[in-house]
């Protein structure tokens, strides 16, 4: 999501809320993974990322373009550059 947001030229308060939920979401799974289920750090871990995961919501809605998301997160997973396409291909 970042990365399609810098790609898409985001303001600097956009990319900061982003990235804000991102880190809640790494450290929520960090809690998870050093924690036992059933246990208290193990469901702070579950409300950390539940915050997390609903502020993404607040992040996007159904008009917000998923190709970009899409298309950003398959070039971080292959290791390429964002180049995000400005118009459709002709078919």
Not at 49 to 67: I, K, M, N, W
Not at 79 to 87: E, F, P, S, W, Y
Request: proline share 5%.
């Amino acid at each position: 999501m970042y990365a399609a947001a810098v790609a898409a030229g985001a303001q600097p308060a956009e990319l900061r809320k982003i990235a804000r939920v991102g880190a809640d979401l790494r450290r929520a799974l960090a809690l998870a993974a050093e924690t036992t289920p059933g246990s208290l750090g193990h469901a702070a871990a579950w409300r950390r990322a539940e915050s997390a995961t609903q502020r993404v919501g607040d992040l996007v809605d159904a008009l917000t373009p998923a190709e970009p998301l899409v298309t950003a997160a398959r070039l971080r997973v292959s290791g390429a550059r964002v180049a995000l396409r400005t118009k459709c291909p002709e078919r």
